[in-house]
């Protein structure tokens, strides 16, 4: 259709539907004007319509990324049975994600010796080890493990010139993780502990597993236990020493 010939339609529409209009030669090119002028405002507000979706389409996808993100915690918990004091790492990945199967470890490598700095060599760094041991208590062996997710030294002692005996033995333990993860150690305990927050902020939970004191914590990706035949006082002084807060 010309131009033209719209004009003529248009005309006749506005002397059907309107009584006579004073004679206006340029009455049509008003009315297509202002039609064409509603037009471009109907088309600009649907592009800004089209831009506000889209930049709310890219805000939900930018949120639901950070909202999608793994994150981790630290859980410490007794047992349904109170027989066992947990500390585990805890990975929380939202359903938008997909995750990863964690890489089991196929390789390891251990060392028992009496000699510290045979321990440190193998562990491959310098750990927190008791400084201070109630009288008549020594240190007699490490024992070091490795593996693909963590590394562990163990160190026993006792307060028996012939020896270590089940009924003397102290045993503390240290263990780092590589990833959060993979995070999991346990101490068994009769049930009834408590927490001892000592001055550097981290907190000892304290229990009884039988009749020997038993206790343990975590800084970071590293836990540790420490149990033997002590009372609180001087397990607490242990670990104190450890920290050179004693």
């Not at 005309?11 to 509603?38: C, G, I, S």
């Not at 060392?111 to 321990?119: G, Q, V």
């Amino acid at each position: 259709m010309t131009d033209r010939e719209l004009k003529l339609q248009m005309r006749q529409a506005l002397d059907m539907a309107m009584p006579p209009l004073p004679d206006d030669p340029d009455l049509t090119a008003k009315v297509l004007e202002r039609y064409a002028k509603k037009q471009r405002v109907r088309r600009s507000m649907t592009v800004g319509l089209r831009v506000a979706a889209a930049l709310i389409m890219v805000l939900l996808v930018m949120s639901s990324g950070v909202i999608a993100r793994p994150y981790t915690y630290m859980d410490a918990h007794q047992s349904e049975d109170g027989e066992q004091y947990v500390l585990q790492g805890v990975s929380v990945t939202p359903s938008i994600s997909q995750s990863a199967d964690a890489a089991l470890s196929i390789g390891w490598s251990e060392l028992t010796t009496t000699d510290f700095d045979e321990a440190v060599e193998t562990l491959g760094e310098t750990p927190l080890i008791p400084v201070w041991l109630p009288e008549g208590w020594e240190i007699e062996d490490y024992y070091v493990l490795i593996t693909k997710t963590q590394r562990e030294l163990a160190v026993f002692g006792g307060q028996s010139p012939d020896g270590v005996t089940a009924s003397n033995r102290m045993v503390y333990s240290t263990t780092t993780f590589d990833d959060i993860r993979d995070f999991y150690l346990s101490i068994e305990v009769n049930g009834e502990g408590k927490y001892v927050e000592l001055e550097n902020g981290l907190s000892i939970y304290v229990d009884m597993n039988v009749n020997r004191i038993t206790s343990m914590w975590y800084d970071g990706l590293t836990g540790y236990s420490l149990s033997g035949d002590f009372s609180e006082e001087e397990l607490l002084h242990i670990i104190r020493s450890m920290y050179g807060l004693d």
